[in-house]
C-alpha cells in the first residue's frame, strides 16, 4: 500500500513537472504566433540566406567551445589536464538532451564528462551549479548593459523589466553573499542545514546534505586569483558571442535592407530574448519566441512577420546545432551509451 502510494505520489510530480512547462510553452507559442500569417512567414524562411545560416552555426559552436574553456578553467584544480574535447563534447550532450527532456540537461553533462574524465559525478554537479550561478550573474550584467546602452528608454517598452532587473541585482548579491559565506563557514552550514531539515524529514535531510556538498565542491573547485580572471573574461566573451549570433540572426533573413542593424540592437535583443530561455518551458520553446519578436517589433520597429520568422530560424537553428552535435559526441566519445543513460536516469531520481 505505501509502495502504490509512493508510486501514486511520483507520477503526480512528475506529471506536474512535465505539464507545467509545457503548458507554459503553449502560452508563449500562442501569444508569439496570435493573429500572424503563417504563409509570409513560410515565404520570408524560405529566402533565408544559406551563407549567413553556416556563418551563424560557426559562431554558436564558438560560443559554446567558450564556455568549454571556461569549464575547464573551473576544472584546473580538480584536474588540470582535462581534456578540452571531452568538455566541448559534454557541454553540447548537456544542451543536446535538455533540447528533449530539460531536467536532463544539466545532469547529462555532468554525469559524461565525469565518466570520460573518470572524476566523481558529485564534483561535476558542483562545477555545473557553479556554471549557472556565474550564468545568472553575467546575465543581470548584460541586461544591466542594454539598458545603459540602449538610447530609448527600455522600461517604456518592457515595463515588467525594471522589476525583473531589481530582483536580478538582489539576487546576484545574495548569491555572492551565500558563496562567500558558504566557503567560509562551510561546516556550520551544513550542521546547520542538517539539524533543521532533519526536524522535517529525514530525506529532505539528506538531500540537501548531498546537494549541499555538491555546491561546496563546486565553490572550492575555483581557485586562483588567475583563474577567477579568466572566468570573468571568457564569460564576457560568451555574452560577446551570443550578441554575434544575435546580430548574424539579422542578415540571414535580409533585416538590415529594411533598416540599419547594428551590434548594440542585437546586445539588447539578446539580453531581451536569453530571459525567454531562462522561463522554465522546454528548450525555451515559446518564450524565446514571444521575447525575441517583442524586442525586434516594439524597439527596433520591424515588422511582426519578420520578427517571428528571425526568432524561429535562429531558434531551430539552434536546436539542430545542439541535437547533431549531442549525437555525435555521444556516440563518438561515449562506447557504452546504454549504461551511461542509466546512470544519468538514477542521478535525476536521487535529485
Given at each position: 500500500?505505501?509502495?502504490?502510494?509512493?508510486?501514486?505520489?511520483?507520477?503526480?510530480?512528475?506529471?506536474?513537472?512535465?505539464?507545467?512547462?509545457?503548458?507554459?510553452?503553449?502560452?508563449?507559442?500562442?501569444?508569439?504566433?496570435?493573429?500572424?500569417?503563417?504563409?509570409?512567414?513560410?515565404?520570408?524562411?524560405?529566402?533565408?540566406?544559406?551563407?549567413?545560416?553556416?556563418?551563424?552555426?560557426?559562431?554558436?559552436?564558438?560560443?559554446?567551445?567558450?564556455?568549454?574553456?571556461?569549464?575547464?578553467?573551473?576544472?584546473?584544480?580538480?584536474?588540470?589536464?582535462?581534456?578540452?574535447?571531452?568538455?566541448?563534447?559534454?557541454?553540447?550532450?548537456?544542451?543536446?538532451?535538455?533540447?528533449?527532456?530539460?531536467?536532463?540537461?544539466?545532469?547529462?553533462?555532468?554525469?559524461?564528462?565525469?565518466?570520460?574524465?573518470?572524476?566523481?559525478?558529485?564534483?561535476?554537479?558542483?562545477?555545473?551549479?557553479?556554471?549557472?550561478?556565474?550564468?545568472?550573474?553575467?546575465?543581470?550584467?548584460?541586461?544591466?548593459?542594454?539598458?545603459?546602452?540602449?538610447?530609448?528608454?527600455?522600461?517604456?517598452?518592457?515595463?515588467?523589466?525594471?522589476?525583473?532587473?531589481?530582483?536580478?541585482?538582489?539576487?546576484?548579491?545574495?548569491?555572492?553573499?551565500?558563496?562567500?559565506?558558504?566557503?567560509?563557514?562551510r561546516e556550520k552550514f551544513y550542521g546547520l542545514?542538517?539539524?533543521?531539515?532533519?526536524?522535517?524529514?529525514?530525506?529532505?535531510?539528506?538531500?540537501?546534505?548531498?546537494?549541499?556538498?555538491?555546491?561546496?565542491?563546486?565553490?572550492?573547485?575555483?581557485?586562483?586569483?588567475?583563474?577567477?580572471?579568466?572566468?570573468?573574461?571568457?564569460?564576457?566573451?560568451?555574452?560577446?558571442?551570443?550578441?554575434?549570433?544575435?546580430?548574424?540572426?539579422?542578415?540571414?533573413?535580409?533585416?538590415?535592407?529594411?533598416?540599419?542593424?547594428?551590434?548594440?540592437?542585437?546586445?539588447?535583443?539578446?539580453?531581451?530574448?536569453?530571459?525567454?530561455?531562462?522561463?522554465?518551458?522546454?528548450?525555451?520553446?515559446?518564450?524565446?519566441?514571444?521575447?525575441?519578436?517583442?524586442?525586434?517589433?516594439?524597439?527596433?520597429?520591424?515588422?511582426?512577420?519578420?520578427?517571428?520568422?528571425?526568432?524561429?530560424?535562429?531558434?531551430?537553428?539552434?536546436?539542430?546545432?545542439?541535437?547533431?552535435?549531442?549525437?555525435?559526441?555521444?556516440?563518438?566519445?561515449?562506447?557504452?551509451?546504454?549504461?551511461?543513460?542509466?546512470?544519468?536516469?538514477?542521478?535525476?531520481?536521487?535529485?
Amino acid at each position: 500500500m505505501t509502495s502504490d502510494k509512493a508510486l501514486k505520489k511520483n507520477w503526480i510530480s512528475n506529471s506536474v513537472k512535465f505539464i507545467l512547462p509545457l503548458g507554459l510553452s503553449i502560452v508563449f507559442l500562442y501569444i508569439a504566433f496570435y493573429d500572424e500569417n503563417i504563409n509570409k512567414i513560410i515565404a520570408i524562411l524560405s529566402n533565408a540566406s544559406i551563407f549567413w545560416i553556416v556563418v551563424l552555426l560557426i559562431t554558436m559552436l564558438f560560443s559554446h567551445y567558450l564556455r568549454a574553456v571556461r569549464w575547464k578553467v573551473i576544472l584546473h584544480s580538480v584536474k588540470p589536464n582535462a581534456s578540452i574535447i571531452n568538455i566541448f563534447g559534454a557541454v553540447m550532450v548537456g544542451y543536446g538532451v535538455s533540447c528533449v527532456v530539460p531536467r536532463l540537461g544539466e545532469v547529462s553533462r555532468a554525469v559524461v564528462l565525469g565518466k570520460w574524465e573518470k572524476l566523481s559525478r558529485s564534483s561535476m554537479f558542483g562545477t555545473v551549479i557553479l556554471e549557472r550561478i556565474i550564468d545568472i550573474i553575467f546575465l543581470g550584467l548584460t541586461v544591466i548593459v542594454s539598458v545603459i546602452i540602449w538610447s530609448e528608454d527600455l522600461y517604456i517598452k518592457f515595463p515588467w523589466l525594471k522589476s525583473t532587473l531589481y530582483i536580478t541585482i538582489l539576487l546576484m548579491a545574495g548569491v555572492i553573499l551565500f558563496i562567500y559565506f558558504l566557503i567560509r563557514f562551510r561546516e556550520k552550514f551544513y550542521g546547520l542545514i542538517i539539524k533543521i531539515l532533519g526536524k522535517f524529514s529525514e530525506k529532505l535531510a539528506h538531500k540537501a546534505a548531498y546537494i549541499f556538498d555538491m555546491m561546496t565542491i563546486g565553490f572550492a573547485s575555483l581557485k586562483g586569483k588567475k583563474n577567477y580572471f579568466y572566468t570573468i573574461i571568457l564569460s564576457a566573451l560568451i555574452m560577446m558571442a551570443y550578441a554575434l549570433s544575435a546580430y548574424i540572426g539579422f542578415y540571414i533573413l535580409g533585416m538590415e535592407n529594411i533598416k540599419h542593424v547594428t551590434y548594440a540592437m542585437a546586445w539588447v535583443l539578446m539580453s531581451i530574448s536569453a530571459i525567454g530561455v531562462v522561463i522554465p518551458t522546454p528548450g525555451g520553446i515559446g518564450s524565446y519566441e514571444a521575447l525575441a519578436k517583442a524586442a525586434l517589433v516594439l524597439l527596433f520597429g520591424f515588422g511582426e512577420s519578420i520578427s517571428l520568422a528571425y526568432a524561429i530560424i535562429t531558434h531551430v537553428l539552434s536546436y539542430f546545432l545542439f541535437i547533431f552535435t549531442a549525437l555525435l559526441f555521444f556516440f563518438l566519445l561515449n562506447k557504452h551509451h546504454d549504461n551511461l543513460i542509466k546512470v544519468v536516469e538514477t542521478e535525476l531520481e536521487e535529485l
